[in-house]
């Protein structure tokens, strides 16, 4: 039980220290000290076993102001010292990318025309692609950790069971163990907005936040909620999916049978359904939904105004709920993410909400994230297999 014990305290105090040293762009072993609270020497041996493994190097000498003696010398990631594999699965985004663990992704393979009838197949030739991927890229498998899957649906990412997915229309898929076992690796799987706020939380907006919501919305919505620099769950793995949360001011037919819920009020696919009528010269009626909304956001002419009139509504049905989120969680920061809430008409529209909503505020931590959903899926590998206590540190030294 002892050495059980101590195994498990040296992986967090390591794990705590990667993670410092990859927080930043580079750190000097007194700073890493005093962040995570370890002792000069348990972070000198740390730093030195991370070095042998080949993830981390060392960069500059620098000397702090009144620093007396020897400079200190900064501790940043290697490039080439692992590898993970980052699979998005989603409604208009299906990609299989190779990224090192500074999150670069260094190759990567579109699956555009997966037919998503059979979840088998369509796993298949995922993995077909990431060996072909890896192969292309000369990547060792010894240094290839594990594999990120962002996926449109919930799901329980400690097993990595998808229970439902609407916009992939599949039911209760093994999607964690099919994976891990088809490419031989540990697998995470997280829905789409943990996973871009995952991303965010190392790199983009929400960094060094403990209290954010984020709303994803593509075609359709989805949410994710981080309480006290946690994710929330609750017993379905479903905590944030706004999508059937009504809130006035648009009596519109849901799929799910109620009226105004913001599914049918404030997503992709509602903008959609109200620019049927549309032709636009950047596409075509045969355009799948994802590229069809993706042309729509992106018009910039002027022989359509219906189109930001719909993003407008859109955004103002998102404004009331960003209200209630505001509300209920005080959140020090809302991030919409996807490619609905990227449109000027549709973050126009929100602002415009708020406005009238809280009339005493001058302002609104509201931000539109500019994480994409393969490079979610990047960060979430990362975090579960390099960054973390789970990283197999003796692969690599054997590497």
């Known amino acids: 039980m002892q050495g059980g014990s101590a195994t498990e305290l040296r992986r967090r105090n390591r794990d705590a220290v990667i993670r410092a040293i990859a927080s930043e762009t580079s750190i000097s072993r007194t ?24 993830l981390v190097r060392e960069g500059e000498s620098i000397q702090t102001k009144g620093q007396v003696g020897r400079r200190n010398i900064c501790l940043e990631l290697e490039d080439h010292g692992a590898y993970v594999l980052a699979i998005a699965l989603t409604a208009n985004v299906k990609s299989v990318s190779i990224s090192n663990s500074r999150g670069k992704i260094i190759g990567q393979s579109l699956l555009e025309n997966l037919r998503l009838s059979d979840p088998d197949e369509v ?9 072909a991927l890896l192969k292309a890229c000369a990547i060792e498998r010894s240094r290839l950790v594990g594999c990120g899957v962002s996926v449109a649906g919930v799901v329980d990412p400690e097993t990595g069971f998808l229970a439902t997915s609407e ?81 006035g001011g648009d009596d519109t037919l849901c799929s799910c049978g109620r009226r105004g819920c913001l599914n049918a009020t404030a997503s992709g696919i509602s903008i959609l359904r109200k620019l049927e009528h549309v032709t636009l010269a950047e596409s075509s009626a ?4 994802g590229a069809r909304l993706r042309s729509l ?27 209630c989120l505001f509300a209920l969680l005080e959140p020090e920061l809302i991030l919409l ?18 406005a009238i909503m809280r ?5 609104w931590p509201v931000r539109v994230s500019s994480i994409t959903t393969d490079l979610s899926a990047v960060w979430v590998a990362l975090d579960a297999f390099v960054f973390s206590h789970a990283l197999n540190i003796e692969k690599l030294m054997a590497a």
Not at 31 to 53: F, H, N, P, Y
Request: net charge negative.
């Open 286 to 289: 045969d355009d799948e939904p």
């Open 167 to 247: 916009p992939l229309g599949w039911e209760r898929v093994e999607l964690g163990k099919a994976f891990a076992a088809a490419l031989d690796i540990p697998v995470r799987v997280e829905r789409r907005p943990v996973a871009l706020l995952t991303a965010e939380m190392w790199r983009g907006a929400a960094r060094g936040l403990d209290n954010i919501v984020l709303i994803n919305n593509g075609l359709w919505l989805g949410g994710c909620i981080v309480a006290d620099g946690r994710v929330l769950t609750g017993p379905e793995n479903a905590v944030g999916q706004i999508a059937h949360m009504v809130v």
């Open 297 to 323: 956001a992106r018009y910039a002419g002027a022989g359509h105004p219906e189109v930001e009139e719909a993003f407008r509504a859109a955004g103002s049905q998102m404004g009331r709920a960003v209200d």
């Open 31 to 54: 700073q890493i000290a005093r962040q995570t609270g370890l002792t000069g020497a348990a972070v000198s041996r740390i730093t030195r076993e991370l070095i042998d493994a080949g």
């Open 359 to 363: 009339p005493g505020e001058a302002e």
């Open 123 to 131: 796993i298949g030739q995922i993995c077909d692609a990431a060996n």
């Open 337 to 354: 993410a996807g490619e609905t809430s990227r449109h000027p008409a549709f973050l126009a529209g929100v602002h415009e909400t708020l």
